[in-house]
């Protein structure tokens, strides 16, 4: 063990005026969504208005928590409880085609549902988190030359894997589906630990010029490759993860960057339907990186031309406005709860746990098992029960549940208690592990990579604990191999470092 003591940058208790000052931002973001809730929307009933600020002001609560100071460590919890305003609350006001086919009791249960789900894991969650566990006097950590370096590796790695898969270079063909897969699944979730820690080191002003510099071009490289596909929920993803490791250790939003990337994202959002339209199952798809600078300004040009066309005809006006609403509902996933809700146990039976029976099975590597199930067989068994999809149309379609609308479909409300409790508990201890660790230590990037999963609103429970292990297993071979366990002698709590 290396006895030197190590000057390392980990997650401090934030100085009083700051503190402040984050929970004025927390009122101010508050009263503005229960102002639009209760005054801003149009047309809607005052019961569908009640019902989103159920749901908000629970996801909130934790939150409001985390700023004040009352709990500590990273805000895995609060963020997972966030992301339930945009997928629960706000689509119960902004006209959800499907949402609107439901009565509003029916709306109002099912916001109830959320609130109290959130509420009871708020509470489990709470109790982890509501003082800091005794500091360790050895981590299991990078040094932080070599943690630089190594996550530097694995974005260009990233980078070059989007490019080469985009590209169809030959080598890809040379590995198998399973293979294939965990690779893929690597590369993500190490990429998302290394956007955390050089973004909370951007904002800690640990990095050189030279190195932010690097990270920036790096990390913009990454989300240009990745959004080939057409779609840009996973650099969103990363994105977002940056904004929240740089504000976590700047004390301050980066308000900049996040209006000129909302634009983009604005802007390629409106287009991206003519693009899987014309590139999806052709040979066009495939595209070299000399070809970049075409395909987007394509991209762009089907926006711009979308946002100024003042004069469709029926049919072009009917498809806009379809994709549209796409925007505003393709994170929704309310309609799913109101569904089982609506359909169980009177019309269709619950499930009774089919969906979680098939995890174990996930859990296996598909190298060792080639007829391994797909890991969204949980989601298409709710798709097919509940008569959304035939087996046939969820192999090429999957339409995302997420965990809260499984839990109820498996067991009704004593599911969606159930699921607080394993959730609260789990983001707890892996918040309460982390406490006054080391960024680059075990115990910080775990914690780092449940906050990264904490915002896949879509994931059913095979596909978030088959990811989840996946990642743990290569962070489990990270510790290994790079990390040495090492001695902290003394704290010092200025400038968010340990000494």
Known sequence: ???????????????????????????????????????????????????????????????????????????IFPFFALTHIWTYGLPLVTHHPTVLTYSLENQLF???????????????????????????????ALGSGKGNKFFFFILIVGIFFNVSFYGNWGWLSLINGGLFTAIRAAILGLNALATFVF?????????????SILFILLLSAYMITDSLGYLLVSASSSFLLAVIAFTISRKKVPIIPIIIVLLCIFLLHYGKGEMRQKYWGTTEYYLQPWEYPTRYAE??????????????????STNKTEEKQSFFERASVIQMLLLAQTKSPETIPYMYGQTYSIIPE????????????????????LNI?????????????????????????????????????ILGGAYGKATRWSINAPILSVQSLFAVMMMSFA??????????????FQSSTVLACISFVLMKKQRVSSYSFQGGRMA
């Open 385 to 421: 029960h509940y008569k959304i999809q035939t087996r046939e149309q969820t192999l090429t379609t999957t339409i995302g549940w997420g965990l809260l609308a499984e839990s109820y479909a498996n067991f009704g409300l004593m599911g969606c208690g159930g699921l607080a409790i």
């Open 199 to 211: 973004a909370y080191q951007l904002g800690n002003k640990e990095l050189t010029r030279i190195q």
């Open 455 to 468: 915002f896949q609103s879509e994931y059913s429970a095979g596909v978030y604990v088959a990811a989840l």
């Open 362 to 381: 996930l859990l296996v590597p598909r190298i060792f098992n080639q007829n391994k199930i797909r890991s969204h067989e949980g989601t298409s068994l």
């Open 110 to 140: 099912a916001s109830l549902t959320v609130a109290g789900f959130l509420i009871i894991g708020t509470s489990v969650w709470f109790s982890h988190v509501k003082s800091a566990p005794r500091t360790h006097k050895c981590y299991r």
């Open 299 to 316: 991209w762009i040009g089907y926006s711009i031309h979308y946002l100024n066309s003042k004069n469709q005809d029926d049919d072009l």
């Open 1 to 75: 063990m290396n006895s030197t003591p190590q000057s390392w940058s980990y997650l401090p208790s934030l100085p009083r005026k700051q503190q402040k000052q984050l929970l004025r931002v927390f009122w101010l973001i508050a009263l503005g969504l229960v102002s639009y809730e209760l005054f801003l929307v149009k047309d809607t009933h005052f019961l569908s208005k009640l019902a989103a600020v159920f749901v908000t002001v629970a996801a909130l609560c934790p939150n409001y928590l985390w700023c004040s100071g009352r709990a500590k460590g990273m805000p």
